[in-house]
């Protein structure tokens, strides 16, 4: 059995949960020669530093991504584009150039243009999180798993495509390949419509006059709990999946407040039969995620209060 790594260095620009968690799993399953990270601020690279994560540490992309054979864009999807005019000349031929963002469209519109030839564009996104963030927030098994998606363009290089398929595996995670619009469209209603959802209704807690702050924290029952762990996710991160995933979420948008209509007028004139039918397929929804092992039916849904 070879003992070579997967890939002899590998660049994570980026180091927050996705990216300390790569980075704790390639440790794990011994992927990676040499892990080097980067981050924008100085008080980023001293924790990253301080908590371990990475072989090398940078505050400058050049030198993050020189000889890197897998270079991961593992920040928000917004910065990609400057991320991208920085790192092109230094990129390594025969590179892989992939990311971990939500949204896979202005990974073709912000940053193929920018990469020399040679170097293979192939956008990935674990879906797997918390609302933690910080390169303390990494744990090893953040993917065991969970599906990771790939959105290679038609003219991919096959063996570049296999080659991040088989890392993500060995991160632990289902691999299924799929377009990058579609990939946006499933996303905007299976993530990025809840997010929007979970933000709005807090906020709307917030502002309620006959409400107080102190009553709706100190009587918060299960629903409305879960919305705030939702709405505690990275705002600089959520900003910029709504707006470089707008189309789609405004589709989706449109369809949820059809529905949300549809059920208001059920309230409203008492048909009940409306609300049961309703509840009925959600739950059946709800039983099928337990079943195919993406969430726990455990009390807390099996969150670790550490990791949840």
């Given at each position: 059995?070879?003992?070579?790594?997967?890939f002899d260095r590998v660049a994570l620009v980026g180091v927050g949960l996705i990216g300390s968690s790569m980075a704790h799993g390639m440790r794990r399953a011994r992927l990676a020669g040499h892990i080097a990270g980067y981050a924008h601020t100085p008080e980023i690279v001293e924790r990253a530093k301080k908590a371990g994560i990475v072989d090398s540490m940078h505050d400058d992309l050049a030198s993050c991504v020189k000889d890197a054979d897998l270079v991961v864009l593992a920040a928000p999807v917004g910065a990609f584009a400057d991320i991208a005019k920085v790192i092109a000349p230094h990129l390594k031929p025969g590179a892989i150039v992939s990311d971990?963002?939500?949204?896979?469209?202005?990974?073709?519109?912000?940053?193929?243009p920018l990469l020399p030839k040679g170097v293979?564009?192939?956008?990935?996104?674990?879906?797997?999180?918390?609302?933690?963030?910080?390169?303390?927030?990494?744990?090893?098994?953040?993917?065991?798993?969970?599906?990771?998606?790939?959105?290679?363009?038609?003219?991919a290089d096959p063996a570049a495509v296999e080659k991040l398929k088989s890392f993500w595996e060995k991160l632990g995670s289902q691999v299924e390949v799929m377009d990058a619009k579609h990939h946006d469209l499933v996303l905007a209603i299976t993530s990025h419509l809840p997010h929007l959802i979970a933000y709005n209704i807090v906020g709307t807690a917030n502002h309620l006059e006959?409400?107080?702050?102190?009553?709706?924290?100190?009587?918060?029952?299960?629903?409305?709990?879960?919305?705030?762990?939702?709405?505690?996710s990275d705002p600089t991160m959520w900003r910029d999946v709504f707006l470089n995933?707008?189309?789609a979420v405004l589709e989706m948008l449109g369809r949820f407040s059809e529905d949300l209509t549809d059920l208001q007028?059920?309230?409203?004139?008492?048909?009940g039969d409306f609300l049961f039918d309703l509840f009925t397929r959600t739950r059946a929804i709800r039983r099928s995620i337990v079943n195919a092992g993406q969430d726990s039916a455990a009390p807390n849904f099996g969150r670790n209060k550490d990791k949840s």
């Open positions: 059995m070879s003992t070579a790594p997967h971990t963002g939500s949204v896979k469209g202005v990974m073709f519109r912000d940053v193929a293979h564009l192939i956008p990935a996104h674990p879906i797997a999180g918390t609302e933690q963030s910080g390169p303390e927030a990494g744990f090893a098994e953040l993917f065991d798993g969970r599906w990771c998606i790939l959105t290679p363009a038609a003219d006959q409400v107080t702050n102190g009553e709706v924290i100190k009587y918060s029952a299960g629903g409305f709990r879960d919305f705030t762990r939702i709405a505690a995933n707008r189309e007028r059920a309230i409203r004139y008492g048909d």
